[in-house]
């Protein structure tokens, strides 16, 4: 048919076969090559059916997202589709892998649906800041009912089809593995429906009626994405797009689908986050690292420090299967660390996010310890103690001492220098930053420190650990703050500034979260503790020379206003919940008197560009310097680990948007 599409017969079958590696996306010539089969499956009178199957390692995982942007090249995806649904003979979707967006709608119009039963179905559109455009939005409420279809088509969550739900959405569950069983099942599942009467499927043919309580489902969806999707075009369109499959006849449905669709991918939003999605891939390959470099194995892994990040770290390692040593420096502290993971868990038991046997499963992989010794056969050991130079150089020579000459050694430093901490071992090539994010367990983003003398070895076993726990990994230099918290520092540099010249909290944390930031930069300080940065920066080197520069932390932190931990800080939380105060308002005002600071007026779009234009410019110091290798690595970071809204694609994409 076409270089990616192959038509061949089994007897009385055609089996159509996609073959477009990676991940058999519908570019151009799939598209061409499915309409072409249909017809030559429509021409030929002794073919009664036919199997839709992919090689590789999917069913189709959807449209070719590297042709959003360009000029659309005919065949369109829905005018394939709609061939397909109205093709003479039925045709059964043989699925395996990931069969999601434009696949999913593939298989959607399909008349019948097999597949293993790992397979996962889903329409993640909205994640790209797009709507399901080949009739997902029509299809999918017409098989699986409007609540299930406003669930997968808002949230894009991938749905397993051996779960109670995935399997009331393919025919028939075949089992196996590889191409070959998928194929022989499909062909046994064709052969039986091809000798039916009303063999023919096509979902467009079903009426959906309006339920009872449509209006307050479908106000309560836009309420609930006004919320969680603030501000997300896309969002709010798979809403109405799914409520369009309710009110309106398949054929208009689909039309209005297209227009939506079509409104969103040419939005910025969505072309953000398409670049989001590929700037999260390509931070993988790192800019002259020896790939041959083959991973060592990491089997066992040890965590020094139970505080709230050895915490989560250790979570990391025992939640991805691998058995923990978390080590402290005396028992109350190891327990202390115990019960916090336990009780960690017991919660996520119950919110129903893991179950009693997962739970148990995890904790059972965590021992503790105050002993180095117990630390000699692990392959890598994460440092995550106190914040201290001279703490840092005990444990790492104590480390260089007690364990096996090959396992590696990364510190979770936030601030300070790893190659000055290398230096005090005898395997420098080993030693490397694994920067995580609080909380660890949850937090996707890692920074990897390339220090000045790892080895590729070390790097690559680094980034394929991030991957086993899930992480996504940003290969960064050493600086003072790595790439994320250099550019904090400078954000929350510029936010006090803005409360010098008059500004309030309030204000300015209103503002950048209206502008799509997860929390403004005073409600995460005072979540953080001021403390933190005060006690970083007395150990700074370099600060700027400008009285201005965290005056405003120094004074609070002196009047033991340290953030919700103390009762206060830039708000108080005497009752529980955040306030405003007038006593902080009282400091910001002393302390500009003092500092003889001009008082301005800044409305919120002042304050926004103020705040993300610090970030841009630190970015582009940062990629000056080669502490980042591109741009993109500097947005993985901003959306991954700090809040950054997805829909304006990380710092350096809206600078470069914005001119
Ligand atoms: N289009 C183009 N390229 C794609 C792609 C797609 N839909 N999906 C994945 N790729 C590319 C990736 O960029 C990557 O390329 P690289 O090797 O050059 O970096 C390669 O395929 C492999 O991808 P991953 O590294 O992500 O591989 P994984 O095995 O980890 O994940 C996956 C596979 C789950 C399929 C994941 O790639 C994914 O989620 N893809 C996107 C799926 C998606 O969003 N589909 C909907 C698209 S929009 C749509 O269909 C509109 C329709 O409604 C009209």
């Keep these: 048919m076409t270089e990616t599409v192959v038509f061949e017969t089994h007897n009385d079958i055609a089996v159509i076969r996609i073959d477009n590696p990676p991940v058999n996306a519908l570019s151009q010539s799939v598209r061409q090559g499915l309409l072409d089969s249909v017809s030559q499956l429509d021409e030929n009178d002794k073919l009664t059916a036919a199997v839709l199957i992919c090689s590789g390692r999917t069913f189709i995982a959807g449209a070719d997202i590297s042709e959003f942007g360009k000029e659309p090249l005919q065949p369109h995806l829905p005018d394939v589709l709609r061939a397909i649904g109205q093709c003479k003979k039925p045709i059964v979707a043989a699925m395996h892998g990931t069969v999601l967006g434009g696949g999913f709608e593939t298989a959607l119009a399909c008349d019948y649906r097999v597949s293993f039963p790992n397979t996962k179905v889903g329409l993640p559109e909205v994640k790209l800041g797009l709507i399901p455009g080949a009739f997902g939005t029509q299809l999918l409420p017409r098989l699986a009912g409007v609540k299930t279809a406003l669930d997968m088509v808002t949230s894009g969550r991938q749905v397993l089809v051996d779960s109670e739900l995935g399997q009331t ?71 109405q797009s799914v409520e369009n499959a309710v009110v309106l006849p398949f054929e208009q449905g689909a039309a209005e689908e297209r227009r939506l669709f079509m409104e969103c991918r040419e939005s910025s939003q969505s072309q953000a986050m398409r670049h989001a999605f590929f700037a999260e891939r390509k931070c993988a390959k790192v800019d002259g690292l020896d790939t041959s470099a083959s991973a060592l194995p990491v089997k066992q892994v040890g965590v020094i420090g139970a505080g709230t990040m050895g915490v989560g770290i250790a979570m990391c390692f025992a939640q991805a299967g691998m058995p923990v040593t978390l080590l402290e420096v005396d028992q109350d502290r ?60 005990q444990i790492f020579s104590t480390l260089d001492k007690v364990c096996k000459p090959d396992t590696i050694f990364a510190t979770n430093t936030s601030y300070l220098d790893i190659d000055a901490i290398a230096t005090v071992t005898n395997r420098q090539d080993k030693v490397l930053g694994m920067h995580f994010f609080s909380p660890a367990h949850i937090m996707k983003l890692l920074e990897i420190v390339r220090a000045e003398q790892v080895s590729d070895q070390t790097l690559v076993t680094a980034i394929d650990v991030a991957r086993k726990i899930g992480k996504v990994a940003v290969t960064v230099g050493v600086c003072y703050g790595f790439v994320g918290n250099r550019m904090y520092a400078r954000y929350g540099a510029e936010a006090q500034n803005l409360l010098l010249e008059g500004a309030t909290p309030e204000l300015v944390d209103a503002a950048i979260r209206e502008w799509g930031m997860a929390m403004g930069p005073f409600e995460v300080i005072d979540l953080t503790g001021l403390d933190i940065g005060y006690k970083a920066r007395k150990h700074q080197p370099n600060l700027p020379d400008d009285p201005t520069y965290f005056a405003l932390s120094t004074v609070f932190v002196e009047a033991g206003r340290l953030g919700q931990k103390s009762g206060s800080g830039f708000y108080s939380y005497g009752s529980g919940s955040k306030q405003p105060d007038q006593e902080a308002i009282n400091l910001i005002r002393d302390t500009a008197t003092k500092l003889g600071v001009k008082q301005i007026e800044s409305d919120a779009r002042e304050i926004q560009n103020r705040l993300i234009g610090a970030l841009v410019d630190e970015g582009r110091a940062i990629l000056k310097e080669g502490i980042a290798q591109q741009a993109s690595d500097i947005d993985v970071i901003w959306l991954n680990g700090y809040g950054f809204p997805r829909h304006r694609g990380g710092p350096m994409w809206y600078g470069d948007e914005a001119g």
């Design 334 to 393: 190891v327990n202390a660390g115990l019960e916090k993971i336990q009780s960690n868990y017991e919660r996520s038991v119950a919110r129903g996010r893991i179950t009693e046997e997962q739970s148990a499963a995890y904790y059972g992989r965590v021992r503790g310890t105050c002993n180095y010794d117990d630390l000699a056969d692990v392959d890598l050991v994460i440092e995550a103690a106190f914040e201290s130079m001279e703490v840092k150089n």
């Design 169 to 239: 959405l393919v025919d028939e569950v075949i089992l196996g593995s590889g191409y070959d069983e998928l194929l022989e099942g499909a062909l046994n599942f064709a052969q039986r429906i091809a000798g039916q009467t009303n063999q023919r499927r096509w979902l467009a043919d079903v009426v959906l009626e309006k339920e009872p309580d449509h209006e307050a489902v479908f106000a309560a969806y836009k309420q609930k994405m006004a919320k969680k999707k603030r501000g997300l075009i896309a969002a709010q369109h798979c809403v």
